[in-house]
């Protein structure tokens, strides 16, 4: 069936570093996939989405590109910022056969110090 | 503002009350969904509604009763909890299953107590 596995956590980074959280995924068709983004007491907001093999998709300096060959969308940041710290989930809609599932990772905690 | 509203956003209940967890979603969606979140485990889903219609019940115990009045609005109706039932409970909507690029969207929780 289809499945998301991304990295192990929690990360930590000091301000202005590199960020690489690796997603692979299991799926027929051709899925969307997804980064969430938890903040600490809050839902799971989108951060970003790619509908199609290597599409990259960005928002807030965050981007991750759509890799069928590799199964991959794996999310990165060029300078983190303390603000960034939060969970983030990697997640996949099949398609086109869905049934009602979304599958999500297990969530990768990021911690940023200054 | 992310589009599905949840109230209340912390809920502290004993094991014997009935209490209500609410959802409203003004995206338009036909998908509703409840989720739970407890520390340390990975997103549980807990029921599908697809145009009103119950489509997943994931094996979740009958102290939690869902309610679909209508595409727009869901219910998670709690009775004799027990504390292990303590989490943050996700709302969710999408387009109906078979959209191409379907795209779920959460509400931002309500954190549960049982004591």
């Known amino acids: 069936g289809d499945s998301v596995t991304q990295m192990e956590g929690p990360v930590t980074l000091s301000e202005e570093a590199f960020l690489t959280i690796n997603c692979t995924y299991t799926a027929t068709g051709y899925p969307s996939l997804f980064w969430y983004v938890q903040y600490p007491g809050e839902g799971l907001q989108l951060l970003l989405k790619a509908t199609k093999a290597d599409d990259k998709g960005s928002n807030k300096g965050f981007e991750a590109t759509y890799r069928k060959e590799t199964t991959s969308f794996h999310l990165e940041k060029g300078s983190v910022q303390v603000s960034d710290s939060a969970v983030y989930f990697c997640?996949?809609?099949?398609?086109?056969?869905?049934?009602?599932?979304?599958?999500f990772g297990t969530g990768t905690s990021l911690t940023v110090i200054p | 503002e992310t589009g599905v509203t949840q109230t209340p956003r912390h809920l502290v209940m004993g094991m014997t009350n009935k209490k209500s967890l609410k959802c409203e979603q003004h995206l338009g969606h036909n998908a509703m969904y409840w989720y739970k979140q407890s520390a340390k485990k990975p997103l549980e889903l807990m029921f599908v509604?697809?145009?009103?219609?119950?489509?997943e019940n994931n094996s979740v115990p009958s102290r939690f009763s869902p309610e679909c009045p209508n595409s727009s609005h869901l219910f998670l109706h709690l009775h004799t909890l027990q504390p292990e039932d303590s989490a943050l409970y996700l709302c969710?909507?999408?387009?109906?299953?078979?959209?191409?690029?379907?795209?779920?969207?959460f509400g931002e929780g309500s954190w549960l107590t049982v004591v």
């Open positions: 509604y697809n145009f009103k219609e119950q489509t």
């Open positions: 969710a909507s999408s387009q109906e299953p078979g959209t191409a690029g379907n795209t779920i969207y």
């Open positions: 997640a996949l809609s099949p398609w086109p056969d869905t049934g009602n599932q979304f599958y």
